[in-house]
């Protein structure tokens, strides 16, 4: 039900993703600009070293010749070339590179997180009073907890999420053995493993924004309140995390397969606004919260102590 219940007010609420949409696509031409900008004598160096022309290529093998073993063994050749241009020109790169990274990382996490909660507010006020608000109206009226919100994730969310794109990324180096029956699971391993990471932070972490949104408490006690929502609930959590994380990422897979990667700029958005629908969905189910589904019906949930217990496979949907 909490996942067919996401897909329906998901859709209720689908003029929001193409706002989310434009945002994010000035957010990623800004930054990138104005990391570009302040790098220019990376971006120069680089060029002369070869670094773009390698990228190149394997952007091309992702967009118009898509082989999931040419991919992998693409990215980890990438990722040792990359690294070795690294460490012979450590004193010319490595300062700017560090700087770029810096800029482009925590400029695009800062600035496409400043949506997440007027997102989160738009969609609570239809699920709570039966009420469309105006996004950009939204944004500006919650642009000063938007900013201490997506600093606190600056310090919280990110260096988890950095150790696990590591741990994820150390999976193609599997290739290093060069054992043939290795070499062909380290697809699957790398996908199994990015899986379950992000269904881990999500579980973790999902609920901070719905609970900022919905009981209007400070940073850190509405984190709280989404570990005490939590508390008894984590492997269910989990459970539809990871089922949520799947269906998205073959959804992904499938826009970069069969539309050269230009579908990406739809789902990967989408892919934000769900697991945001998702969150403010599962907090009013562990809090017992009712709220309108669509115009006419209303939810009226059991508050669980233990979700653990579930019945059906229809009862986890």
């Known amino acids: 039900m909490i996942l067919s219940d996401t897909v329906r007010i998901l859709g209720r609420n689908h003029y929001l993703l193409w706002k989310l949409i434009l945002y ?89 997180g400043l949506v997440e909660l007027p997102l989160a507010d738009c969609v609570y006020n239809t699920m709570a009073s039966n009420s469309k608000f105006n996004l950009g109206a939204s944004f500006i009226k919650n642009l000063k907890s938007s900013v201490k919100l997506q600093l606190s994730k600056l310090c919280v969310v990110l260096p988890v999420e950095i150790i696990f794109a590591v741990l994820n990324t150390s999976v193609l180096f599997l290739y290093a053995f060069d054992i043939s ?8 391993i790398w ?21 900022k949104t919905i009981f209007e408490c400070g940073i850190w006690q509405s984190l709280k309140k989404s570990f005490t929502s939590l508390k008894g609930n984590v492997c269910a959590m989990f459970g539809r995390s990871l089922l949520l994380v799947s269906l998205c990422f073959v959804l992904n897979i499938l826009m970069v397969m069969f539309t050269w990667n230009i579908g990406l700029f739809i789902t990967l958005p989408l892919s934000l606004f769900v697991f945001i629908v998702y969150g403010l969905v599962m907090t009013f189910y562990l809090n017992g919260l009712r709220f309108y589904l669509n115009e006419k019906e209303i939810i009226t949930p059991k508050k669980k102590e233990n979700w653990e217990r579930v019945s059906s496979l229809k009862d986890f949907i």
């Open 191 to 211: 996908v199994f493993v990015a899986i379950v990471l992000v269904s881990i932070k999500s579980t973790i972490f999902a609920l901070w924004t719905p609970s």
């Open 24 to 112: 994010i696509l000035v957010c990623v031409l800004v930054v990138s600009g104005l990391a570009l900008a302040i790098c220019t004598p990376l971006v120069s160096e680089l060029g002369r070293l070869g670094f773009w022309d390698e990228l190149w290529g394997v952007i091309n093998t992702l967009t118009f010749n898509f082989n999931a073993d040419s991919i992998f063994t693409g990215v980890y050749q990438f990722l040792l070339d990359a690294g070795n241009l690294i460490v012979n020109n450590i004193s010319t790169v490595l300062p700017l590179m560090i700087v770029f990274c810096v800029i482009l990382v925590v400029g695009l996490k800062f600035t496409i």
């Open 181 to 188: 029956w290795l070499n062909v699971l380290v697809p699957l």
